[in-house]
């Protein structure tokens, strides 16, 4: 039978440390860390290609005095936190004084110091805890920490690292996820034989994102920030064609510190809604900023994880300074809608979520759909039905609610210079101003639908068509009983049904804004159970209808198009609140730039 042992202070201290550092992504993100909180303008990390060998980070931050420097090195010593009272509002990144410690007992250290007090400096040297040597040493204000040969003394460790190349990139991970959070301070990064870069100041994180991820990557990308209820957030995120499988590109911080959050995680991706597919990710930067006592950073060994006191609110707020971002993400249109696009950004009432989807600040989450911002989309959807399809019967109405808009819609809807090619009946072609856009005529009406057909469901305004000859439909019993439940839906977006006999119903008036074969068909299939949607299948009733007239209604890929039903289909396109994607994440359109053009024909 075993015996019970207790294990040596020795091994205790360091199971202990094994929690902090395990692995040598962490020994970096701590003493990354450290030099934040010294207030460093400038930090330099420097690693072998095999990681446990050499790690350095030198700051030119406060530095400490030849004390301070021995005392860092024990246990429990920080300089951060005076009182039991501070750790319930920490304002710097570390607080337990254990990661030197820690650190220091699985390697070779060797610290290097000097404070702006003090005209020379103190180099401490230890091995797997113990000091080896204590000396002078002239540098410059800073400090600089070199951590040897990682885990010499606890090959079990050792051995749960993985390969030399997926430690590498997780530490790579760690030092970009800091850069990328403090724009202002500059970054060297160096790993032998694969990574030299030397990131000076930057003027704010779009710059810092721009150089990091080159010109085309960072294209489309956009600064946001966003106060809701006492949080803000604020980053940068990428355009929605840039999302990739992993969420490796994506940088969450709260209060400056770096965290995994699948909370936030999930409310990013919200925001985005479905201008992505379902198992894509944003790429973006996500920083918040949260009275420090809403967080509790102190329930991870390694501060990875933290917990917020209110993670509801925290949620809603990224989620909908995300989708608010999303809603002003207007790429470069060939025609100047700026000012109908500034009104909607505004007042936009599309949120990707459905019914329930809480609003951005100063709204309440029970506020409807009404008012202008209803009009507005009413009033664009004749617009366009007007320009893709046969003039409606009336033209009166709309127009008077918003007058100034319509004006500047027609004249853009007016400027035929533009050249628009249609590719195969199926793409559109278009110049813009910093090169080609090519749309999926399909999917691009889908969008223009589905904004339309929803701003009629959460909305009160219905328009319809009254056909001269009623439309007469036969009808499964199954298919009665659909109609029966979706019928106060389909009648807000403009049609009329009522039963006819048995087996019939009778359709007497469609929604105005497509042609009437159309409007039949898209009914017809909103009443057979449709199976080509499962993405519909959990949603509100008002969000399948709306999903399935609008996939049902929108032009087909193989329906050739007239020139001016082109430039309305890409002009409306680009005036709907999310353009990027049809409502099931698919991409309405693809750009391509002038630089992309002139890279392929070598002209760069
Ligand atoms: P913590 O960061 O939780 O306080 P650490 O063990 O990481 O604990 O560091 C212990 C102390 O050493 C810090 O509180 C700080 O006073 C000092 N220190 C560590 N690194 C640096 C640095 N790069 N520049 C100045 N002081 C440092
Ligand atoms: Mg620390």
């Known amino acids: 039978m075993a015996t019970i042992r207790i294990l040596s202070p020795d091994v205790a201290s360091k199971i202990r440390a094994g929690e902090v550092v395990d692995r040598p992504a962490a020994v970096v993100k701590e003493l990354v860390e450290n030099a934040i909180d010294a207030g460093s303008r400038l930090i330099a990390v420097q690693v072998a290609a095999n990681p446990e060998r050499m790690i350095r980070v030198q700051d030119d931050g406060a530095g400490m005095s030849r004390e301070d420097a021995l005392l860092s090195l024990k246990r429990h010593a920080t300089s951060k936190l005076a009182s039991d009272s501070d750790l319930e509002a920490i304002a710097t990144l570390g607080f337990r004084g254990e990661a030197l410690a820690a650190i220091a007992e699985v390697c070779r250290l060797t610290l290097s110091t000097r404070s702006a007090d003090d005209l020379s400096g103190t180099q401490v040297e230890v091995l797997g805890g113990a000091t080896l040597q204590v000396q002078g040493v ?15 003394n606890t090959p079990a460790r050792l051995r749960f690292l993985k390969s030399r190349d997926a430690e590498s990139r997780v530490l790579s991970r760690v030092v970009w996820s800091y850069v990328l959070t403090y724009p202002a301070i500059h970054w060297r990064f160096k790993v032998e034989g694969r990574e030299d870069t030397d990131l000076p100041v930057a003027t704010d994180l779009l710059e810092r994102w721009q150089i990091l991820y080159g010109r085309n990557a960072a ?7 966003h106060e809701t209820g006492g949080v803000t957030v604020r980053g ?3 355009a929605p064609e840039q999302a990739r499988a992993s969420r490796d590109h994506q940088v969450v911080a709260v209060n400056g510190r770096v965290i995994t959050s699948p909370a ?6 919200q925001g985005y809604g479905n201008l992505i597919p379902p198992d894509r990710n944003p790429i973006a930067v996500v920083s918040i900023e949260i009275d420090p006592s ?6 991870h060994p390694t501060k990875r994880e933290v917990r917020f006191r209110d993670e509801a609110r925290l949620f809603h707020a990224v989620r909908s300074s995300v989708e608010n971002a999303m809603r002003r993400y207007v790429p470069v249109s060939m025609t100047g809608t700026a ?6 950004a505004e007042g936009g009432p599309w949120s990707p979520g459905g019914a329930s989807t809480p609003r951005s600040a100063g709204q309440s989450a029970g506020e409807g759909h009404g008012g202008v911002a209803v009009a507005q989309a009413e009033m664009d959807g004749l617009e366009v039905a007007r320009a893709l399809y046969a003039p409606p019967a009336t033209g009166a109405g709309p127009e008077e609610i918003r ?3 319509a004006l500047t819609l027609r004249e853009n809807l007016s400027e035929s210079e533009i050249q628009i090619w249609q590719l195969h009946d199926r793409y559109l072609l278009a110049p813009i101003r910093g090169g080609l856009v090519i749309v999926d005529q399909h999917a691009a009406h889908e969008r223009i639908l589905y904004e339309e057909a929803r701003a009629r469901l959460y909305g009160d305004q219905s328009l319809s068509q009254h056909l001269l000859f009623p439309r007469v439909l036969d009808v499964t019993p199954d298919e009665l009983d659909r109609l029966l439940l979706l019928e106060p839906h389909v009648r807000r977006l403009g049609y009329e049904v009522s039963l006819f006999g048995e087996r019939q119903v009778a359709i007497r008036a469609v929604p105005t804004s497509v042609p009437e074969e159309a409007a039949v068909a898209a009914l017809q299939s909103l009443l057979a159970r449709d199976e080509s949607h499962h993405d519909s299948a959990g949603d509100p009733p008002e969000e399948h209808v709306a999903k399935t007239f609008a996939c049902h209604a929108a032009v087909r890929s193989g329906q050739a198009l007239a020139p001016e039903e082109r430039r309305a289909l890409i002009d409306r396109l680009f005036a709907t609140d999310l353009p990027h994607g049809d409502p099931h994440g698919r991409s309405t359109y693809v750009r391509v730039s002038m630089e992309e053009l002139d890279r392929r024909f070598g002209r760069r």
């Open 138 to 152: 002239g540098r410059a204000v800073g400090t600089t920490i070199t951590v040897e040969d990682l885990f010499f």
């Open 236 to 238: 940068v995120l990428a």
């Open 403 to 405: 007058e100034g808009d």
């Open 219 to 225: 294209e489309g990308a956009e600064a946001f920030e």
């Open 264 to 269: 936030v995680g999930a409310a990013l991706r």
């Open 339 to 344: 000012a109908g696009d500034a009104a909607r």
């Open 294 to 299: 809403m967080v509790d950073v102190n329930v």
